[in-house]
């Protein structure tokens, strides 16, 4: 498989870069939005690459596996819906929300075809 770590996966990298935009873009944000729309975007933002690493550890366990990619498809969800916030507060360009809203999709749709078959990425007693 040459996939030696949760970093290694391709989804991984696509939700990294994402999070590094999302921090980028909201840096400019206004202050009274830091402790709610900048912080939870932020968070669900990483949160796909924090629990794609939690998976990965938990391939053993084909339950917890699922269940760990999961959360990183519904935290991808969540960052999708704080960017339709930033966009209606006019925080955000159209042209980087449609950009930014485009790797969210494609990231959850990674995700989700992870989900639908989590075999090749599952530890087995012959692994």
């Known amino acids: 498989m040459g996939v030696k770590s949760a970093k290694d996966l391709i989804v991984y990298k ?11 873009v909201s840096k400019c944000w206004p202050v009274e ?4 729309l900048t912080d939870q975007i932020r968070r669900s933002s990483r949160s796909v690459c924090v629990n794609l690493c939690e998976a990965w550890a938990r391939r053993k366990y084909p339950a917890h596996f699922v269940s760990k990619l ?3 498809d519904a935290e ?18 159209q042209d980087d ?8 999709k494609e990231v959850g749709a990674m995700l989700g075809n992870m ?5 090749p990425w599952l530890l087995t007693s012959d692994s």
């Open 14 to 24: 696509k939700a990294y870069d994402l999070a590094m935009e999302v921090f980028g």
């Open 33 to 36: 939005e830091r402790y709610s």
């Open 70 to 72: 999961a959360y990183s």
């Open 76 to 93: 991808n969800g969540e960052t999708q819906t704080w960017l339709d916030f930033a966009r209606d507060c006019h925080y955000l360009q």
């Open 97 to 104: 929300f449609e950009r930014l809203v485009a790797e969210c």
């Open 115 to 119: 989900l639908k078959d989590a075999s």
